[in-house]
């Protein structure tokens, strides 16, 4: 099946500094990613949507200054918390279409910010 | 708005048995439903998909259901075994076909021995 890899797994960073979260697609070229983020018990909350080459789509409520989104080729999105403080401590993850209805999930990054 | 509801409660069955796991939904008309497992602290895993002018789906043990007239799926496991045991999460397409997902909070099933 497809695989989809984030990197990396856990980050823990000061507040202020910024965290880049890396989504690769391993064996499919991802037309579409998707960027989620879930806290304890609750569900996956779409974040934004993003198409190779083009500017991500961000959901009512995220803020596009503080989550960067760049999707710079078939195989790999970024998603970068700017300016971090503890409220944006949450467990990210990615997802990566090829097309057809399926997506497929990275393994998640949990990020804590002191 | 679009509301997804899940089993908040965790589900408790003994191996073998059937677990049944519901899914509603309000004010939106998905053109397909999914349902994924999710491990505590990974990325949820694909399970199945149904669409809107399907009633049923299965593979291996598992079978889905779609009533869009209850705005209801169910999703279920036969002869389940603790591997099973994860949580489980529901998911509308809300953008009618362009992969756009809303999530419910999943319920935890857990198979004892």
């Known amino acids: 099946g497809a695989v989809v890899s984030q990197h990396p797994s856990r980050v823990i960073c000061k507040s202020g500094t910024s965290v880049k979260i890396e989504c690769r697609s391993l064996?499919?070229?991802?037309?579409?990613m998707f960027w989620y983020r879930q806290f304890p018990k609750q569900s996956l909350m779409l974040m934004a949507t993003s198409n190779e080459g083009s500017k991500a789509t961000y959901e009512q409520g995220v803020e596009k200054d503080k989550f960067l989104i760049n999707h710079a080729s078939l195989t790999l999105s970024t998603l970068t918390v700017t300016s971090a403080h503890p409220e944006d401590s949450s467990f990210y993850i990615c997802?990566?279409?090829?097309?057809?209805?399926?997506?497929?999930f990275g393994p998640g990054t949990r990020l804590t910010v002191t | 708005s679009q509301k997804i509801e899940q089993n908040s409660e965790a589900l408790n069955i003994q191996e073998g048995k059937t677990a049944t796991l519901t899914c509603n939904y309000t004010?939106?008309?998905?053109?397909?439903l999914q349902w994924y497992r999710q491990d505590p602290g990974r990325g949820p895993v694909f399970l199945l998909l149904i669409r809107e002018n399907e009633k049923e789906k299965r593979k291996e043990r598992l079978k889905v259901t779609f009533d869009t007239t209850l705005k209801q799926s169910l999703f279920h496991i036969t002869a389940s075994q603790p591997a099973d045991s994860a949580t489980y999460l529901c998911a509308l397409d809300i953008e009618g076909g362009y992969n756009k997902l809303i999530f419910g909070a999943g319920t935890r099933l857990a198979v004892h021995p």
């Open positions: 997802s990566a279409s090829g097309g057809d209805y399926e997506q497929y």
């Open positions: 064996d499919f070229q991802a037309t579409t």
């Open positions: 004010n939106y008309s998905p053109a397909y």
